[in-house]
Structure formats: structure tokens, C-alpha cells
């Protein structure tokens, strides 16, 4: 799970690590009486699920609270389009006032999993404010990486061998050797998956600030932490997945025209690469889990199909636990119900699998059967183009 | 022969009292699986499905000789349930819960690493985790241990091992005319217990794996390693599929492991580091049993 970056910063100052103050806004007004009550001179960041955001023109300096409110007032509302946002681009509904600071050095600071190593990594560049996995590709070495045990945290020693790496002395290494162990914190108690902090911000005072982060969470270990889980925005998300989680099931949209419903997330993927193999390309990844009951078959139907670009759908079951002759009534109940306004290709698998087969064609409807992937594959493709 | 699982291989299910373990350890059962019994902390001494069911694991495997865990346990009890099982000594754990927080595996296998480093000193056996998210490992004609449908399976030459469950299953089923010497689920979570290096490994040692199927998907760099592995050590054929070639970038297919971020894990560079080490690579996952006959064929 995602939050954003004021929701984010609070998390971080729960666990002690210093932000610039900041005051969250949904309206001019509001925004007005922030930036008087930060001082006048501050930032108006647009609150939105991606990075980039500076680029499009969702961040800009404000010297006045009337020209907060001014430029609060242009991106609430705004279509911001950034390189993570895709084209369509997010909505803007809220800002962040911050107090605008002094700079001396943009540094970059991260944490997530190495899946090699087991454990959680810290890395710091000296090259902030940049994309970090273009220093990745450019330099490689630019990059301290430091490898945290799962069970003793983040060693005193560790910690100052990242704020060497940046380059830091004095007062501002002291402060900064205290921001990775209080950020390591707040990393592991909240289950986080990734905390970026880009930029990592000295002051021409010595501070040393988080003046972005990122955070994401282990969807896993969520049932732990409800007050991560309040901060959830479903603006932020695509309408038709969040409905589909309500009916567990994993549906993710896609571009193409090709519906597809499968059981199990390895399938699924491998269902819609054949798709793409046989000439057409997926609408929609969705995996419905281990049991297709007709109710889940239903609803599947019909998220597929609120994608208008859908054109005709393919369903891959292979059934194990769950028997042939089931999936395939609950198929053919669902087709009854929702009716078939595309063609439907059936490939099924698995245990009575010949019942199952029999069912669909013992229905009269104008369900297509196949017999492997390759052969629903380029059935579905044909029926997606007119030619079934 | 086969890898890690046979018919000597005595199975407790820890969470036999909850409807998936009652279910499955009920199916491993009829399948032909010796299973010992069950753990369910608080119901020690009764049975249940005619199994003897105990409060621990320490229990099960000094009083019904179990050396298998099979686990069902909720997952946030299931990290818990994976180092009680290696505490007491098992020998092949297999966990299929899925959705445990991956700080809780981290502690799991930290404690697995110690337990059996101290173990190994003592000349006993250390535990194997396989999973967690996973089928689990079948051994057809022998041991189902796991979720698997058994009746699709045969005995024959071909190692299987995938991340992925249902695309096991699609390999098996395509490969129902020559039959399986095991079949291995690792998962799809990011940190597997048992990774394709252990499984490859233990096929090429296998003198009943003529030949292998790997499939991986996108995520994360355990194909990459393996193509290392099979390029030095393995002279067994190997076929291989990964699925997600069609995936974007960051989005989560399903596999809490499954994403492409920062632009690593793809299915083109994954099958790129394959095909470089020698493995033969198919594009379409409805090629991986023609395959598989046909470099065995010129093998």
C-alpha cells in the first residue's frame, strides 16, 4: 500500500525523525492561513501517488500566503502528469504547505528488502533529488549500500558508515547518523516495504531533513497497523481493482481488448503473455484465486466487463481443488445471468475436467471451448478481431 | 528415487483442525501420504478425521515419528508455526499459508539459519523450508505434500520447480505422457525458504530427473542466479518459462514477489541471463512439455 508524502511525514515524526514543518490543505483558504502560520515564504507541493512531481509543475515556491493560496488554488483540481503517472495522469486534491528552507545539499537516502541478501538495505548517494536508479545505471558506485540484520537493527557503526558515505561532518553527521537509526525505526515498526527519502536535505544551518518521502507498505502486514491502513486513498486507485479486491478478487487493468480470468497470479501472467504471443493483446490481469465459485465467476464477468475495450474474453481454469464440473456451472450460471455480450473462449483443466466440458456444451450457449492455451488463445484473439 | 519426499516420509499437518488443513490433510491422505497426525496447540490428545492430533510439534515427532510438517497455520500464527516445527527438528517443512508479513519470514529464517547451523556441528540433519505461498511437493506415485491435484500427476523422468502454483500444474499437464520425478512449488513470495539453486541442484543429484522445467516470473533476480548455477553445475536438460513477459512496471501481478521495479526483474532480462547459460527457453507456457521431449529426444 501507498501513502502520500504529508501522511508519510507524519509516520516519520512519530518516530522522531525531523521533516521541514508542514501543514496539509484541501482548499486556497486553508492554504492561506498555513503559510501565514509557517512564515510566509513556503512550498506547494501537490499531494499525489507518484514521483516526479516538481517536473510537471507540482511543486512551487510561494515568497507569500497570497501567493500560496494563489498557486494552491491552479493545482488543486489539476491533471498532473508525471513520468510515474502515465499519461492519463492524477487528480490533484490536496496540497502541502511546507515551510520553505535554506539549502545546502540535496542527498539521497533509502531503505527496502534486498530479496537476495534476506535482509532490509539502506542505500545513500550523494547525488539527491535525482531519479536513484539512473545513478544506479550511470554509477553505480556512487551508491553506499548497507545490509541491516533482521534481528539486531541497525548497528551505531552502520549508521555512521552511511552519513561518511555522504559526505557529512560535524554537526550535520552527528544529526544525520541519528536520522538513519530513527528512520530504520520507523521502517521496520510499520512494516514498510520501501521508505525513500529523496531529498535527504542539509540546511545551510546544519539540519538535516527529510524534505520528501515516499513510503510504501507490506500489504501482508497491514492487519497490524490500522492507522496505516485509515491513510488509504482510493482516489488514488483504479475504481474497477478496488471494487475487484471487495470480491477478492486480483484484478489489475491493462490496455488491450482481450478480457482474461484465470485461476492462480502464475497463470494469469502466463495467460496474458500467450495472448499477446498469438497476435493480441490483454485487457486486464485477474487472477479469481483458488476457488471459481459462480459468484466469483459473476463478478469477474462483470468487472471484466465495465472495461468497454473489451472486446472478448478468455477463461483459463485449471481446476485442482476445485472440480471442472463446478467452474464449469458456475460459468454458465454467471453467462445466464449477465448475459454474453462478447465472445467467451472456455479453456478448462484439470479435475472433471470431461464433465465440465460437457456442461458448457450441454448449456446452448454461445460459449467457445478450447483445448490447451495456445489453442484458447488463439481463439480468443480471432473472436477479439470479429473472426470467431 | 526423487528429491526430498518419498514413500518413508512421515507427515504431520500443523493446523489440521482448521477447514484447509482438515481438507488437505485428508486429501495428502488418500493420495497414499503417510500422515502421522496433526498439531493444533490446545487439542493434544484428541483426534480428529482419525487423526492423532498434538499440542507441539515436539510432541508429534517424538510420539508419531513425523519428519515432515505440512502448515496451514493463518499467517499471522504461520512464522510462528515454521520455527516451532525446525525447533523440533523436522527435517522438510512445508509451508502454504499465504500472506505472512515478510518482517515475520525474516525473523523465521534468521532463526532457521541459526537452528541449523548449530545443528549441522551436531551431525543431525538441518530443516528445509519449502514455501511459504506455495503447492507444496509431490513425489507422484508416493507423497503429495501439499495442495496440488495428485490425480494429474505420474511417476517419469521430469523435475519440476516453479514459483508459480496453477503453472506447475500446467506442466504436469503437459508432460502427463512421460510422468514426473518430483514436482517442487518454492512460491511466490519474495523470500522463499527453498530457491531454484536447491531444487536444480537436487535434481541433477536425482538418478530419476532425466530432465527439468523451471518456471520463474518476473521479479526479482532468482532466475538470474539460477542461470549461473545450471551454466556451472548442471548437465541435466532444463527447459524454462517465465511468465509476466507482458507485465508493467510497477505493478504487483498477484506474487507479493511478482513486480518489475526499477526497472530489474524482467521477464526479458531473466530470459535473456537464461537462454545465455544454455537453458532452453520457451516463449509460449503451452511449449513447455513439447519441449522438454524434444531436447530429451536429442539429449
Not at chain 1, 501567493?67 to 499519461?87: I, N, W, Y
Not at chain 2, 486429501?27 to 484428541?46: E, F, I, L, Q, S
Not at chain 2, 512460491?187 to 527439468?212: H, K, M, S, V, Y
Request: overall charge negative; aromatic content about 4%; charged content about 25%.
Amino acid at each position: 500500500m501507498k501513502v502520500h508524502e504529508y501522511q508519510a511525514k507524519e509516520i516519520l515524526r512519530r518516530y522522531g525523525v525531523p521533516t521541514p514543518r508542514g501543514i496539509v490543505a484541501d482548499t486556497p483558504d486553508e492554504a492561506f492561513r498555513a503559510a501565514k502560520e509557517l512564515g510566509g515564504r513556503v512550498v506547494v507541493k501537490a499531494q499525489i501517488h507518484a514521483g516526479g512531481r516538481g517536473k510537471g509543475g507540482g511543486v512551487k515556491l510561494a515568497k507569500t500566503a497570497d501567493e500560496a493560496a494563489g498557486l494552491t488554488k491552479q493545482m488543486l483540481g489539476m491533471t498532473l502528469v508525471t513520468h510515474q503517472t502515465g499519461p492519463e495522469g492524477r487528480i490533484v486534491r490536496k496540497v502541502l504547505i511546507e515551510e520553505a528552507l535554506n539549502i545546502d545539499k540535496e542527498l539521497y537516502l533509502g531503505i527496502t528488502l534486498d530479496r537476495r541478501l534476506g535482509m532490509n538495505v539502506i542505500m545513500a548517494s550523494a547525488q539527491g533529488g535525482m531519479d536513484i536508479e539512473e545513478v544506479a545505471a550511470k554509477d553505480p558506485n556512487a551508491i553506499e549500500r548497507v545490509a541491516v540484520d533482521s534481528v539486531l537493527g541497525v548497528q551505531p557503526f552502520q549508521a555512521r558508515r552511511v552519513a561518511y558515505s555522504l559526505g557529512l561532518s560535524g554537526d550535520a553527521f552527528k544529526k544525520c547518523v541519528d536520522f538513519v537509526q530513527k528512520l530504520m525505526r520507523a521502517y521496520v515498526e510499520t512494516d514498510a516495504s520501501l521508505a525513500e527519502i529523496n531529498p535527504l536535505l542539509v540546511t545551510k544551518e546544519g539540519d538535516v531533513l527529510a524534505l520528501d518521502c515516499k513510503m510504501n507498505f507490506d500489504d501482508n502486514a497491514l492487519y497490524r497497523h490500522k492507522d496505516v491502513v485509515e491513510m488509504r486513498d482510493l482516489h488514488e486507485e483504479d475504481p474497477l481493482e478496488v471494487e475487484a479486491s471487495h470480491f477478492g478478487l486480483n484484478y489489475i487493468k491493462l490496455d488491450g481488448n482481450v478480457g482474461c480470468m484465470v485461476n492462480g497470479a502464475g497463470l494469469a501472467m502466463a495467460t496474458m503473455d500467450i495472448i499477446k504471443l498469438a497476435g493480441g493483446e490483454p485487457a486486464n490481469f485477474l487472477d479469481v484465486g483458488g476457488g471459481a465459485s459462480a459468484e466469483q465467476v459473476k463478478n469477474a464477468f462483470r468487472i471484466i466487463l465495465s472495461d468497454k475495450n473489451v472486446k472478448a474474453i478468455l477463461i483459463n481454469i485449471f481446476g485442482g481443488i476445485m472440480r471442472g464440473d463446478r467452474i464449469a456451472e458456475g460459468v454458465v450460471s454467471a453467462s445466464r445471468e449477465i448475459g454474453l455480450p462478447v465472445p467467451v473462449v472456455v479453456r478448462l483443466e484439470g479435475t472433471n475436467v470431461d464433465l465440465g466440458k460437457q456442461i458448457l456444451k450441454d448449456s446452448g450457449l454461445p460459449l467457445i471451448t478450447a483445448d490447451g492455451m495456445w489453442d484458447a488463445a488463439t481463439k480468443v484473439v480471432a473472436a477479439a478481431k470479429g473472426q470467431a | 528415487m526423487a528429491i526430498w519426499v518419498d514413500k518413508s516420509t512421515r507427515v504431520i499437518v500443523q493446523g489440521i483442525t482448521g477447514r484447509e488443513g482438515t481438507f488437505h490433510a485428508k486429501g495428502c491422505r488418500d493420495y497414499g501420504t503417510n500422515v502421522v497426525g496433526g498439531v493444533t496447540p490446545g487439542k493434544g490428545g484428541t483426534t480428529h478425521e482419525d487423526f492423532p492430533v498434538f499440542d507441539t510439534v515436539r510432541d508429534a515427532r517424538e510420539k508419531a515419528g513425523a519428519n515432515c510438517s505440512l502448515i496451514f497455520v493463518p499467517p499471522a500464527f504461520a512464522a510462528d508455526a515454521v520455527m516451532e516445527a525446525c525447533d523440533a527438528g523436522i527435517e522438510l517443512i512445508v509451508c502454504i499459508t499465504e500472506g505472512i508479513p515478510v518482517n515475520d519470514m525474516m525473523k523465521a529464517h534468521d532463526f532457521l539459519k541459526k537452528t541449523n547451523a548449530r545443528r549441522v556441528t551436531a551431525n543431525e540433519t538441518p530443516s528445509r523450508l519449502i514455501g511459504p505461498n506455495c503447492p507444496g511437493i509431490i513425489t507422484p506415485g508416493q507423497a503429495k505434500i501439499g495442495i496440488m491435484p495428485g490425480h494429474i500427476h505420474k511417476p517419469g523422468p521430469i523435475g519440476i520447480v516453479s514459483r508459480s502454483g496453477t503453472l506447475t500444474y500446467e506442466a504436469v499437464g503437459q508432460t502427463r505422457d512421460i510422468g514426473q520425478s518430483t514436482a517442487v512449488g518454492i512460491g511466490g513470495d519474495p523470500l522463499p525458504g527453498t530457491n531454484f539453486i536447491d531444487c536444480l541442484a537436487a535434481f541433477q543429484a536425482d538418478p530419476a530427473t532425466e530432465a527439468i522445467i523451471m518456471i520463474g516470473e518476473i521479479g526479482g533476480t532468482a532466475e538470474e542466479d539460477a542461470a549461473v548455477y545450471v551454466k556451472a553445475f548442471v548437465t541435466k536438460p532444463v527447459v524454462a518459462f517465465i511468465a509476466g513477459q507482458t507485465a508493467p512496471p510497477g505493478r504487483r501481478m498477484g506474487h507479493a514477489g511478482a513486480i518489475i521495479s526499477g526497472g530489474t526483474g524482467t521477464a526479458a532480462e531473466k530470459m535473456n541471463a537464461l537462454a545465455a547459460a544454455g537453458i532452453h527457453v520457451v516463449k509460449a507456457p503451452s511449449d513447455m512439455g513439447k519441449r522438454i521431449v524434444e531436447v530429451m529426444g536429442s539429449a
